[in-house]
């Protein structure tokens, strides 16, 4: 066990997992679904610059 692990305050021994990821806030799914339509019309406007000179 490695000494630095132990918490001198509490002399806390329990086991922690290393690999446990923080928690992640989510969007709402509200948010998720404009800007999936900002990305498609942002998308719209590059394709038709690109037609246009085509």
Do not use: C
């Amino acid at each position: 066990m490695d000494v630095s692990t132990v918490n001198t305050g509490t002399f806390d021994l329990s086991v922690k997992n290393p690999n446990v990821l923080e928690a992640v806030a989510h969007r709402s799914p509200q948010d998720i679904m404009d800007e999936i339509a900002a990305l498609d019309a942002e998308s719209a406007e590059v394709l038709a610059s690109i037609r246009a000179l085509l």
